[in-house]
């Protein structure tokens, strides 16, 4: 049953992703544009190529042959992938969901046009220009993201006019691939947000939810992720069943974090990836029977899932770099370790710049322990750990 699978992308997640792979004897071969980036150290093989030029694409598909491609990043030439799916390689989750959430125009149509999924008021801009057309439209403030970037880069809320021009500088500078435009979206007045992990699975199996993650962000990034989040029934199956909507209209099977506002007018669907979300890092704290890696890894490859059940709560906070190095190095560790009820992860990244994640801290407790109590406990622990040049 070993199959071979091309990972494209090989950041933490990927590392993961390669870590569940290993243990139930896939073969993996990381893809990323530089060496030595972190799944690249526990896979097979590695390949170094710049994924948005697809002539290099197509020749490391060719040279490995693989069963499934498994993208863990958004700077890929997607559009390639149908021809790969034509040619018999599975596509995770499927050719569509990969173009389609890689670039945010094409799945927010998808939810708000043709599914009718409540979302914020939001317009397109490809210019300065636009973007001023388009903030007078939805409204100050404002949310304005590139339609292809990742981990919160070049996302920004514009308060005042003033803002316009330095926000659409920002957007340029943090897009990823070669898309310069930019969504506008209406400031949604939210209690709090939620990402929902769903998993969709083949041969007619049921799509499978893991309890609510509540997470807190900045500069567009999370820092801390908490499972189980407070949310009430009610709007918990109003969110089910729009990502349960929303991914079988995207077809395949994988694992999705499906991201939602929660509001006192209801719930908002905001965004969605294929692939395990870096809030989902909370799973490594095994609050759950599996974690969203092995999920994802299991639906791939059929392995049915006879449910997925909340095993304890538990929390993650993030490790960030504060300054530049090309030979990171981290104390503090030994205080995290002497810790109970808490793990970390130092995700090996051969370098470090302002603000980069570069390992997480972990925290659990009992199902009856207030959720907030453990998540300022990871909060705090991440405080120990320093990232230094």
Request: hydrophobic letters at 40%; a negative charge.
């Amino acid at each position: 049953m070993t199959k071979k699978i091309l990972l494209l992308g090989s950041g933490e997640l990927g590392k993961e992703f390669v870590i569940a792979a290993q243990r139930i004897g896939q073969h993996v071969i990381a893809v990323d544009n530089y060496e030595n980036a972190p799944a690249m150290q526990v896979a097979h093989q590695f390949e170094v190529i710049n994924m948005l030029d697809g002539t290099e694409l197509d020749r490391i598909v060719a040279k490995h042959q693989p069963d499934f491609i498994v993208p863990e990043i958004e700077a890929i030439r997607t559009e390639r992938f149908y021809d790969y799916e034509k040619q018999g390689i599975t596509v995770v989750p499927s050719a569509k969901a990969a173009n389609f959430t890689m670039n945010r125009k094409a799945i927010r149509d998808l939810a708000a046009k043709e599914l009718g999924l409540r979302t914020a008021n939001y317009r397109y801009a490809t210019t300065a220009k636009e973007l001023e057309e388009a903030v007078k439209e939805v409204g100050i403030p404002c949310v304005v993201k590139p339609l292809m970037s990742s981990s919160g880069k070049g996302q920004s809320t514009i308060k005042s006019t003033e803002d316009i021009e330095k926000a659409w500088n920002y957007a340029v500078e943090g897009s990823r691939g070669d898309v310069v435009e930019v969504i506008v979206e209406a400031f949604v007045t939210f209690d709090s947000e939620i990402t929902l992990l769903t998993v969709t699975q083949n041969d007619g199996l049921p799509t499978l939810f893991c309890a609510p993650i509540g997470h807190r962000q900045e500069r567009g990034d999370y820092q801390e992720s908490w499972q189980p989040a407070t949310i009430s029934e009610v709007a918990l199956t109003e969110a089910q069943d729009m990502a349960r909507k929303v991914t079988e209209a995207l077809g395949g099977a994988g694992l999705f974090g499906v991201e939602f506002f929660l509001t006192k007018e209801g719930v908002y669907f905001s965004e969605l990836s294929p692939r395990p979300h870096d809030t989902g890092m909370v799973t490594l704290a095994n609050t759950q029977n599996f974690n969203e890696f092995e999920l994802h890894l299991r639906a791939i490859l059929s392995l049915p899932i006879a449910e997925i059940t909340l095993e304890r709560n538990g929390a993650s906070a993030v490790i960030l770099a504060s300054e530049n190095s090309s030979q990171p190095t981290y104390s503090g560790i030994e205080k995290v370790a002497a810790l109970s009820k808490t793990d970390f992860r130092i995700f090996g990244k051969p370098t470090s710049r302002p603000y980069r994640r570069m390992g997480v801290v972990l925290t659990h407790d009992t199902i009856e322990t207030p959720i907030e109590t453990i998540t300022e406990r990871a909060k705090e622990t991440a405080k120990l750990v320093s990232v230094n040049s």
